[in-house]
């Protein structure tokens, strides 16, 4: 929390988070979740990196699927369902998104 917190001081216009949710406490992870779309709000962009799909597309507008460096599934984060998900991110259709 202290790293975002000490990001967010220079007001950036993007803000990169690699696995968010890593060794965090369960109620530290729910905190850092519930302050990302108020920083959006706020004009920062973020681009979350995370292994906790659900987490990462209930706090996202748009999920990227990425299977050995290629995008493998986009779309708005509300119309991915969980098995196109696991089909994208386990690679159960090798098809990459050009």
Do not use: K, W
């Amino acid at each position: 929390m202290v790293a975002i917190g000490s990001a967010l001081l220079c007001n950036p216009r993007l803000l990169l988070c690699d696995e968010v949710s890593l060794g965090l406490a369960s109620f530290v992870i729910r905190e850092i979740y519930a302050a990302l779309p108020t920083i959006a709000a706020e004009g920062t962009a973020a681009l979350i990196v995370e292994q906790d799909v659900g987490l990462a597309q209930s706090a996202s507008s748009r999920l990227y699927c990425l299977l050995e460096g290629r995008v493998t599934l986009h779309r708005r984060s509300t119309d991915v369902s969980r098995s196109e998900i696991t089909a994208a991110y386990f690679g159960t259709s090798h098809h990459a998104v050009a």
